[in-house]
């Protein structure tokens, strides 16, 4: 990373969110919030692969509170959205880099979520805003969104079954942790009913 580094953090764009790079025992290294576009920016050089952690906020599209965790790696990818986020699960279930973890993803794409990711535009998922792009027609970008979007309603739709219809951050983070660890150990398409039971 270079000094005054960031990037964004999107489901839609998620403002006054917190943001913090993590060394790698987890340890805060530096912190900022998000401004009305989702943006944030680092005041500190970040180590190489730092991974980054952001929490709360408000989706600025749905004006809702944002309940979750998501993640992303200072090295890879400026945009920190649901891909990022499984991503950084699946590296962590396969002790695997980031970027093995993400070929994956890309490569089980079509089979896991029914929407298929071009390796050759992962800069589309990693560095930009493609909920905009999408807005704009982009292809990459839609197909991006479209997984997003999957990501997020199936650990909501989880966590509101486990949890009676509330959705609460422990039960939401854990539904995305508990499909990583379903497509680290299964080839063909996720169950959102074993998710369900690994929770």
Not at 13 to 18: H, L, Q, R, S, T
Not at 187 to 199: H, M, Q, R, V, W
């Amino acid at each position: 990373g270079a000094a005054g580094s960031g990037g964004q953090v999107i489901d839609g764009p998620i403002k006054d969110c917190n943001v913090q790079a993590l060394d790698g025992n987890d340890n805060v290294i530096a912190q900022t919030t998000t401004n009305a576009l989702g943006k944030y920016t680092f005041s500190t050089i970040l180590p190489e692969g730092s991974t980054i952690k952001a929490f709360g906020g408000t989706d600025a599209i749905t004006n809702l509170a944002y309940t979750g965790t998501l993640f992303g790696n200072s090295s890879f990818t400026k945009t920190i959205s649901p891909i990022s986020t499984f991503t950084e699960l699946l590296r962590k279930e396969r002790s695997i880099t980031f970027e093995a973890a993400l070929t994956n993803v890309i490569a089980s794409s079509s089979a896991f979520f029914g929407e298929e990711l071009s390796e050759a535009k992962k800069d589309v998922y990693l560095n930009q805003d493609y909920v905009e792009k999408a807005l704009g027609g982009d292809d990459a970008a839609l197909a991006a969104y479209t997984i997003g979007t999957f990501l997020e309603g199936s650990t909501e739709m989880i966590c509101g079954y486990e949890e009676a219809g509330s959705v609460t951050t422990a039960k939401k983070d854990a539904a995305y942790l508990s499909m990583a660890k379903q497509m680290a150990t299964f080839t063909s398409s996720l169950n959102l009913g074993e998710c369900l039971k690994d929770i």
